[in-house]
């Protein structure tokens, strides 16, 4: 007996998950850059073998692998979510409607969290330009016409455009795509099935390389505080408030203002009745992963048809990404700010369109964001580097934006539904 209950004892060990440990290696990257900054006297040792050597090159490494993921992770992601959207013939008017709220909301977002990062300035005070490697280039970038960014989104070479990492020509090639292997059906089923199963590939890459992210996070923290010491702390405090202001604002705000105007239910009432699937999403920090319970709930609690959420909550995990978009916004306002490179009025539109339709391809898994964000830097021409000083921080608010993706999912089906007479208000205003 006493070895059975031995044994029944052994499970339950814990095992750190990867949030716990990319928060411990941001801790210990600070604190290791900070001794290397205040405490280690300056040598070529220490800055050309462990600053610049070792760390630089492990924590480069990182971001290089996952910018090897962009192209191809968005991508096939945009063909099986655009293969979706192709079948809307079964659902008439339905997607369409899905289509344009989940495009609407994501754009409001990024505008939001661009409102946001200005009012705040997550990067004054912040001077990167001790581990700028490519300022120069960036300042003398000229700004794209207007004109000239809506022509660039339509590729005249899709093979190029690949190879070449322009992700907006990657993106309307890719809906492309996957509309027409849609409308194909059995005709090009192998095909389809073959974009299917690579980007099952490629989400197990995302998480194969994501499991490393504790290592990166590490290196490019410790190399950032290396440098520059305390100043990095309150811009970064300033960054997380900005980001979790605008979701607030986007969940609490902009969703329930719609759904009260849409369909004139009660907003607070939605939120106590969807709010376990929030905390659901919020544990687990993937979209994907609540899609039968937020569908189960919509139906028991909210009074929303199956027919209707069965088709616009998986969607929605495929390209509603409104809590992704915030983080880009002000990750860009901070980007910005702390290496001194001024946006133009343009650049804040390349932004919320590149967001928006970076949205799209985004996978419902946790960190993915992080992939896109420097998509998203590219098209406005900021480095890359400052992602490695905010990677850390985000993967804690990862949890908070993916409860808001899954909100504004639920609400867009609700208003849906009450569209298309899906939606008993009976059982949205029963008592629990």
Known sequence: MKEKNVKAKAPNKKVLGLTTKIFIALLAGAILGIVLCYLVPDSSFKKDVIVEGILYVIGQGFIRLMKMLV???????????????????????????TLAFYLATTALAVCVALGVGNLINPGVGLDMSAIQSSAASVETMEATSLTDTILNIIPDNPINSLASGSMLQVIVFALIVGVILAKMGERAET???????????????TMMIMSLAPIGVFCLISRTFANIGFSAFIPLAKYMIGVLLALAIQCFGVYQILLKIFTGLNPIRFIKKFFPVMAFAFSTATSNATIPMSIDTLSKKVGVSKKISSFTIPLGATINMD??????????????????????????VTVIG????????????????????????????????????????????????????????????TIVAHQNGALDKKVFNETE
């Open 71 to 97: 192209v191809p992770l968005v991508f096939c992601s945009l063909v099986c979510g655009s293969m979706a959207i192709g079948d809307t013939k079964k659902l008439g008017t339905v997607g369409v409607r």
């Open 323 to 348: 809590g992704t978009s915030i983080m880009q916004g002000v990750a860009v306002v901070f980007a910005a700010q702390a290496f001194g490179i001024h946006l133009t009025p343009m650049d804040y």
């Open 191 to 205: 095909v389809a099935n073959f974009f299917s199963q690579f980007n099952d590939i490629m989400m197990e890459m």
């Open 354 to 413: 590149t967001a928006t339709l970076a949205s799209v391809g985004t996978a419902g898994v946790p960190s993915v964001g992080l992939v896109t964000l420097t998509m998203v830097f590219n098209s406005v021409g900021l480095p890359v580097e400052a992602i490695g000083l905010i990677m850390g921080i985000d993967r804690i608010l990862d949890m908070t934006r993916t409860a808001v993706n899954i909100t504004g999912d639920a609400v867009c089906t």
